[in-house]
């Protein structure tokens, strides 16, 4: 097991349909690249504190739809320029969960989640196993399959397939 499967913070709760616009602004999308500043914005106008109080491995709690809206990938490397540990909801929309992966941000679903976490309190997820644990308990979801979870400790897609086909980082 490496040290990437265990993924441990603090829980941000938020509610139901949170779309890409409030993950990272649209105002943002053309004029801001560099992943520190992206950081810097992410869920500004839907937690203002967030971008400025979030630690790295903690964990976005959220209801249903998360991500939905448009399809800008920048809504989650926000997120893992913020080093998210992995977001958990009831569902995602399919373009954000597929941007995710992209991102090497881990995404888990599991329907009812939010009503079970506490804002602020500490998650642990198990990536290869396949467990959630909380202060309400320990639920299992799906294990994110080794190569999703190869992807996720490279850092994103690129980075992983530079590694598999043995190319030199650009970064």
Request: aromatic share 8%; charged share 20%.
């Amino acid at each position: 097991m490496s040290e990437r499967e265990i993924v441990r913070g603090k829980a941000w709760k938020y509610g139901d349909d949170i779309n890409t616009d409030v993950i990272f602004p649209g105002k943002y999308t053309y004029t801001i690249t560099d992943p520190a500043e992206m950081a810097a914005h992410a869920m500004e106008d839907l937690d203002p504190g967030f971008a400025k109080n979030v630690q790295p491995g903690d964990v976005i709690v959220a209801g249903k739809n998360f991500g939905c809206g448009s399809s800008r990938e920048q809504a989650a490397f926000c997120l893992t320029a913020n080093k998210v540990g992995a977001v958990v909801a009831s569902s995602f929309s399919r373009i954000f969960f597929r941007n995710a992966i992209n991102a090497g941000l881990p995404t888990i679903e599991l329907p009812g989640i939010a009503e079970r976490i506490e804002a602020h309190e500490t998650v642990t997820i198990d990536l290869g196993k396949g467990t959630l644990t909380c202060k309400a308990g320990e639920f299992s979801f799906p294990p994110l399959p080794p190569e999703v979870i190869g992807i996720v400790e490279a850092g994103g897609l690129v980075a992983y397939t530079r590694q598999r086909l043995g190319c030199a980082d650009e970064s």
